[in-house]
């Protein structure tokens, strides 16, 4: 069952909550479904400037921002207490609904105004500073909170997903669609992933050390997932980072526990499987001109999203850019041949996972190769070893030596190893413009952040008007 039966029906929930209590406020139920113009409407209810809308496009301050909206509203309802104030931030389908549809909740007038203040206090000569401090208060409680176990923000920084996901993509990922991790580093300053803004100091401290611990979720990452989950390369020099403190990068499952994946001229096989490259997914092209000139002008560049535009010769340049684009630049006059630049199969490139020569295995032609699945036993030898020997002594924490022939595991001498952990292998939708598993293997359960559910707003820095806005991927579900 798709998780999008459950949340939809709550969804609805709040916003059949919302469109009862803004009739309570004297405005049209209606209203309280366009995004935006939602918040413009609450903020007018309760007295606050319409310009607080601007920093909606901030990442981390919207959140707050829409929390303390959200506090300041039900207060306009006379819910103040601490109890009332937290369940409608975490659980606001059954909250503003049940108010809503309450008779006895009546809207009394902005937290500020006079009926408000006779209602509520006796001695508000400091209410508005009290009142503005606790709004704060709640709103980076109800952030943490929610940031943590239920949805946080991204941006896209790099091209590794392009045309899935643009540079200038803001998303938001669930952390319940596969159960919220707990803190593995709790000693760690709000709002800060692994580096403070600005002066680049570490934001946390490794004193205390807590044990991987996963909620459940609704469902286990799937193949064709966008999954956000910490790099796993960062456990090294020079950084050695907690699990939870690494970067957080994005890309797509293509591999899930107890996979055999393969790799054949660009295209990956599960299982035996063919499976489809995603629709909009990048590659390197090869490009032959009729003639030397200019080829690539700046609006065709943009039209047709073509990146990385190199030139080898006064004709033969090469270009990442997706299948559709290529065919329509395949039918452009000056153009004499385009092909997708595909390694062959035996060339060895060093750079590739398990960076072994006796496995000649490049970006485009690579594997077989089983993804490990908890309780899965491997044999182990000279050439297992190579493929397996990080996850079983980084990532499971064992101490692995190899005397001659002989494999020790925390200093017993063994032939094989059952992994703890489940595995995925992670790949990027441009795929000759992508750091991900081809490179540095797989990914451990424990590492996985959350999905990414779609687009809340997009802005196109190269954009050549003053509409940066891309608006065909504003609230843009990600497949």
């Known amino acids: 069952?798709?998780?999008?039966?459950?949340?939809?029906?709550?969804?609805?929930?709040?916003?059949?909550?919302?469109?009862?209590?803004?009739?309570?406020?004297?405005?049209?139920?209606?209203?309280?479904?366009?995004?935006?113009?939602?918040?413009?409407?609450?903020?007018?209810?309760?007295?606050?400037?319409?310009?607080?809308?601007?920093?909606?496009?901030?990442?981390?301050?919207?959140?707050?921002?829409?929390?303390?909206?959200?506090?300041?509203?039900?207060?306009?309802?006379?819910?103040v207490r601490v109890g009332q104030i937290t369940m409608s931030i975490l659980l606001p389908f059954i909250f503003i609904p049940k108010w809503g549809f309450d008779k006895s909740t009546q809207y009394?007038?902005?937290?500020?105004?006079?009926?408000?203040?006779?209602?509520?206090?006796?001695?508000?000569?400091?209410?508005?500073?009290?009142?503005?401090?606790?709004?704060?208060?709640?709103?980076?409680?109800?952030?943490?909170?929610?940031?943590?176990?239920?949805?946080?923000?991204?941006?896209?920084?790099?091209?590794?997903?392009?045309?899935?996901?643009?540079?200038?993509?803001?998303?938001?990922?669930?952390?319940?669609?596969?159960?919220?991790?707990?803190p593995i580093t709790p000693l760690a300053f709000p709002f800060a992933h692994n580096a403070m803004p600005y002066t680049g100091a570490r934001s946390y401290s490794d004193l205390i050390h807590l044990p991987y611990f996963r909620l459940p979720g609704l469902t286990d990452v799937k193949k064709g997932d966008v999954v956000v989950f910490n790099y796993p390369m960062d456990a090294d020099s020079p950084f050695y980072r907690p699990i939870d403190k690494r970067d957080n990068y994005i890309k797509r499952c293509e591999g899930t526990p107890g996979d055999i994946l393969k790799m054949e001229f660009g295209q990956v096989y599960i299982n035996g499987n063919l499976i489809a490259a995603p629709l909009n997914a990048?590659?390197?092209?090869?490009?032959?001109?009729?003639?030397?000139?200019?080829?690539?002008?700046?609006?065709?560049?943009?039209?047709?999203?073509?990146?990385?535009?190199?030139?080898?010769?006064?004709?033969?340049?090469?270009?990442?850019?997706?299948?559709?684009?290529?065919?329509?630049?395949?039918?452009?006059?000056?153009?004499?041949?385009?092909?997708?630049?595909?390694?062959?199969?035996?060339?060895?490139?060093?750079d590739v996972f398990p960076h072994n020569p006796r496995f000649r295995w490049n970006e485009d032609n690579f594997g077989p190769i089983i993804i490990p699945k908890k309780g899965w036993t491997v044999k182990l030898d000279s050439l297992t070893l190579s493929l397996y020997k990080r996850a079983i002594s980084v990532y499971e924490n064992n101490k692995l030596e190899v005397k001659g022939t002989d494999v020790f595991i925390n200093g017993k001498k063994t032939d094989s190893y059952t992994f703890k952990l489940n595995y995925y292998w992670m790949m990027g939708d441009n795929r000759h413009n992508s750091e991900d598993s081809r490179f540095w293997g797989f990914v451990p359960e424990d590492h996985i952040v959350g999905k990414a559910v779609f687009v809340w707003m997009s802005w196109d820095a190269k954009a050549p008007s003053f509409n940066k806005i891309r608006w065909n991927r504003v609230f843009r579900l990600i497949n």
Not at 142 to 154: K, L, Q, S
Not at 302 to 318: A, G, N, P, S
């Open 108 to 182: 009394i007038g902005p937290p500020g105004g006079d009926d408000f203040k006779n209602k509520y206090g006796k001695n508000r000569a400091k209410s508005a500073t009290r009142e503005l401090a606790e709004a704060v208060f709640f709103a980076l409680l109800a952030a943490c909170v929610i940031r943590g176990f239920f949805v946080e923000a991204y941006t896209i920084p790099s091209s590794s997903m392009e045309s899935s996901l643009m540079v200038g993509d803001f998303l938001f990922v669930s952390k319940v669609h596969y159960g919220a991790r707990l």
């Open 282 to 350: 990048q590659m390197e092209y090869q490009v032959r001109t009729q003639q030397p000139g200019k080829v690539f002008d700046p609006d065709t560049r943009y039209k047709l999203h073509l990146e990385d535009i190199q030139r080898f010769t006064k004709v033969d340049y090469t270009l990442n850019t997706t299948a559709a684009s290529a065919e329509k630049l395949r039918a452009y006059p000056n153009i004499k041949s385009l092909r997708p630049d595909i390694k062959l199969t035996g060339v060895y490139d060093p």
């Open 1 to 79: 069952m798709s998780v999008y039966v459950i949340i939809g029906p709550l969804f609805l929930l709040v916003l059949a909550g919302y469109w009862k209590l803004f009739e309570k406020a004297g405005r049209q139920g209606w209203e309280a479904l366009i995004p935006v113009y939602q918040l413009y409407i609450m903020l007018k209810l309760t007295e606050r400037p319409w310009w607080w809308l601007l920093l909606l496009v901030i990442p981390g301050i919207n959140l707050i921002l829409c929390i303390g909206i959200l506090v300041d509203f039900i207060k306009s309802f006379g819910k």
